[in-house]
């Protein structure tokens, strides 16, 4: 039956034909354990650190502020606007070559802005060199009483903290407006 040296039925076989099959799969999962191992350490690598900023290069040193000029004398006369309205007492302007006007006003003053507001109230007399005027078809000769008056100029002043003796404003008239009287109301 069986030939010494068989192993056909000792149950050697078995064994022989188990060690090839355990060292397979031996391989197997030795070579799986390495592919998990190995995944790993081909995934994707850490981002690179950037490199740091170069330093900055110094700014140039600015250059030195001039010195503030020194503060202009305040106490110096200087000019505002001046306007004031009202009705005529009186007056009487040339015509000038050029088309303006020349003469005085006498006017009592309803209406005035900051500069003349000392005027408000009170019957003051203008003077006008050269002023341009709107008379309204008016005779600059006899200029009728009443009429409404509205004039423009400017007036030398000082500052608030200067000292004013000594010092006596300028008013200057540049415009006139004389307006006939409105008709009295029935």
Same mark, same amino acid.
Do not use: W
């Given at each position: 039956?069986?030939?010494?040296?068989?192993?056909?039925?000792?149950?050697?076989?078995?064994?022989?034909?188990?060690?090839?099959?355990?060292?397979?799969?031996?391989?197997?999962?030795?070579?799986?354990?390495? @592919?998990?191992? %190995?995944? /790993? #350490?081909?995934?994707?690598? &850490?981002? +690179?650190? *950037? !490199? =740091?900023?170069? @330093?900055?290069? %110094?700014? /140039? #040193?600015?250059?030195?502020? &001039?010195? +503030?000029? *020194? !503060? =202009?004398?305040?106490?110096?006369?200087?000019?505002?606007?001046?306007?004031?309205?009202?009705?005529?007492?009186?007056? =009487?302007?040339?015509?000038?070559?050029?088309?303006?006007?020349?003469?005085?006003?006498?006017?009592?003053?309803?209406? =005035?802005?900051?500069?003349?507001?000392?005027?408000?109230?009170?019957?003051?007399?203008?003077?006008?060199?050269?002023?341009?005027?709107?008379?309204?078809?008016?005779?600059?000769?006899?200029?009728?009483?009443?009429?409404?008056?509205?004039?423009?100029?400017?007036?030398?002043?000082?500052?608030?903290?200067?000292?004013?003796?000594?010092?006596?404003?300028?008013?200057?008239?540049?415009?006139?407006?004389?307006?006939?009287?409105?008709?009295?109301?029935?």
């Amino acid at each position: 039956m069986t030939a010494p040296g068989d192993n056909v039925g000792n149950g050697s076989t078995n064994v022989q034909l188990g060690k090839g099959k355990l060292v397979k799969k031996l391989a197997l999962i030795a070579a799986f354990v390495l @592919a998990i191992v %190995a995944v /790993p #350490a081909q995934a994707k690598p &850490p981002k +690179p650190v *950037p !490199p =740091a900023h170069p @330093a900055h290069p %110094a700014h /140039p #040193a600015h250059p030195a502020k &001039p010195a +503030p000029p *020194p !503060p =202009a004398n305040r106490c110096t006369p200087h000019t505002q606007s001046y306007r004031v309205a009202g009705t005529l007492d009186s007056g =009487a302007l040339t015509a000038g070559a050029n088309g303006t006007y020349s003469g005085t006003l006498t006017v009592f003053v309803k209406d =005035a802005n900051h500069a003349a507001k000392a005027d408000k109230g009170m019957h003051k007399t203008y003077s006008l060199a050269n002023a341009k005027a709107n008379l309204h078809h008016a005779n600059a000769a006899a200029l009728a009483a009443g009429s409404r008056v509205s004039l423009e100029g400017t007036i030398t002043t000082l500052a608030k903290n200067c000292t004013q003796t000594g010092f006596t404003p300028t008013i200057t008239i540049q415009k006139a407006d004389v307006k006939p009287p409105k008709p009295p109301h029935h």
